[in-house]
DNA sequence: CCTTATTGCTTAACCGATTCAGCAATGTTT
DNA sequence: AAACATTGCTGAATCGGTTAAGCAATAAGG
């Protein structure tokens, strides 16, 4: 089917070692004369010879290929996330093989595991958090990776974030400044450090605002984006609690679904409650244009992600870069 | 860093052969010892071996990798596009390497050809459709692909798509059978055939029912998603035409944007004017509860996508598959 | 007991590149 | 003209696997 060197290197009666250098672009540098050069460059265009990326990335050790492991690429921020880290990732001549752990840390060890058989040079992991081993075994092995949108403190590793507790701090915050007393708090995947974190975020804002944390007006919600449970979950909510002026989400998925319940309910929400959200999105921001809106800065996110792993494949030796994105706050 | 065969062969003072057949689990069928597979793998697993993938794959021929181009990651419909191949892929011990051509066919042709090169085993791809040299390319070598979403007539390849025109045509005839008569049209990537064939099925729709094209109902954007350009050719629409009372929709990315333009200018239109929309999403089937949907099967598509490309990978001569995949039709 | 099979391994070529060491033929010094 | 440098290439090893062919030792068959 396709040419190789050797075979190029027998039409021409010339060693593999001068055509490889010459192909390579080193033609000049190995002090091959010009005209073996132009020959063997118009040989290789006649016959259409193509590198074979694999064998070249076996001798040299470099596959340009990163890795990037995430929860699922159909979710909306996951592929936003891909998209910038992907546009990044190209202007330094990389490619992407993109792989869904689904939120499981099992799974995302072993992504990690394939990945780097597969000889990719780095791996940018949002990580499920459920268990260690996979990125353990990296920092043991010294492998480039990078850790975005959540990592682990007690680990020393890159890793690109936000402040989540603050964000939330500042969502709460400004919906009692707005003049809200009765503030709810709607959850998800709880596991998680960050939510973890934005729950910390929600209570000190309470506190430092002379609000008391009402149970009542905490709703965890098993699934993101699970309508039948947040039917359930706010209907009781609205049930057992009246009053209600508030309500901060700790996902703009999650603010998506009450909304669409409150909209089916024909529960009139516009000037009654104020919303607040981590994140959000076009249709969000249509259905409640006075959203307050901790929104986190993806592009930057995965551009960093993706220089801090390049340097780091470049100087394995680099002291880990530890980075805490501004979040952008609207409407607050 | 890494354990190879070699080196483990050495230790144990095997041939690599043996070593490579029991680590590859062709122990049995060739013949090796019981007590030398225990063996070798006792010591492999002592010494944390890794097979490198790429030194397999060059000597197989086969990556297990499928390269998958798409205008844009990012984008939700593509997104969930790549997952529902991704989960099919993965059942077949395949990864995805994603590369997005925004919608540029020089480009398109620039991936295909370095996915090439990087070896993989066969191509996905959402065609431009601006130009047809990478396509052209592959099947000239008859190497492995299939394409998604768009396709072309003249060609034949494997593709999976719907019927874009009788998809639009029964948006259309739904808004007429609900009495709609001024029905207008918006859309845009005009360039596309999928979208000239949806324009195509607004046409008929309204021919087969003795309703007239007015041109002044036919809007076409330039982008899918600026809302400025959304703002200022929607105006001219409702100024320069009264009493429009439908509008078919050729991407729910327009209809979102325009209910977007709807809502903040607080121009009610539910129960005045009726949607109907080539895909959808949970945002705007809240917005608007009775939107008609012609949706596109985008998992099945990715499914189908996947087992039609590996069929074509196990038989390269393999009669090419042509798939038109039936659209759901909602609230029409 | 000699022939033939079977078992259990080894040898070596190969996949398609890269790269170090080296060598012959010129060119330059002195 | 001898000594040395430079030019322009070649040879061979290497990356880490796979796999066809073959060989020695043991087992089975007649």
């Not at 964000?167 to 998680?192: F, M, P, Q, V």
């Not at 000037?271 to 249509?286: D, V």
């Amino acid at each position: 089917m396709s040419v190789s060197i050797k075979e190029i290197a027998q039409a021409l009666n010339l060693s593999k070692a001068t055509v490889s250098w010459v192909l390579s672009g080193q033609g000049k540098a190995k002090r091959v004369s010009e005209a073996r050069i132009k020959q063997v460059q118009q040989y290789a265009e006649e016959v259409n010879y193509r590198p074979n990326h694999l064998a070249r990335s076996l001798s040299t050790g470099i596959t340009n290929t990163i890795g990037l492991i995430i929860p699922s690429i159909g979710d909306t921020f996951f592929a936003q996330m891909a998209q910038s880290i992907e546009a990044e990732a190209e202007k330094h001549n990389y490619v992407l093989t993109i792989c869904s752990s689904r939120g499981d840390g099992k799974r995302e060890a072993e992504l990690i595991q394939m990945l780097r058989d597969k000889q990719v040079d780095g791996l940018i992991i949002v990580p499920s958090e459920k268990t260690l081993t996979g990125i353990n075994l990296l920092l043991k092995d010294n492998f480039p990776f990078v850790l975005i949108d959540r990592y682990f403190p007690q680990l020393k590793t890159n890793y690109i974030v936000v402040d989540d507790t603050i964000g939330c701090y500042h969502l709460t915050e400004s919906l009692i400044h707005k003049g809200c007393r009765k503030i709810a708090y709607i959850t998800t995947d709880t596991h998680l450090r960050v939510m973890e974190l934005r729950y910390n975020g929600y209570i000190n804002a309470l506190k430092d605002n002379n609000l008391c944390f009402n149970e009542d007006l905490y709703v965890e919600m098993e699934k993101n984006n699970h309508l039948k449970e947040i039917d359930e979950k706010i209907g009781n909510l609205l049930n057992n609690v009246s009053d209600i002026d508030g309500i901060v989400f700790s996902t703009h998925y999650l603010a998506m679904g009450v909304i669409h319940y409150l909209v089916q309910k024909k529960i009139p929400y516009q000037n009654q409650i104020q919303i607040a959200s981590f994140h959000s999105n076009t249709a969000l921001e249509i259905l409640v244009p006075d959203i307050a809106i901790a929104r986190i800065p993806i592009e930057e996110m995965g551009v960093r992600a993706v220089d801090t792993l390049l340097s780091n494949i470049k100087q394995p030796e680099m002291a880990k870069k530890e980075m805490t994105l501004d979040i952008i706050y609207e409407r607050l």
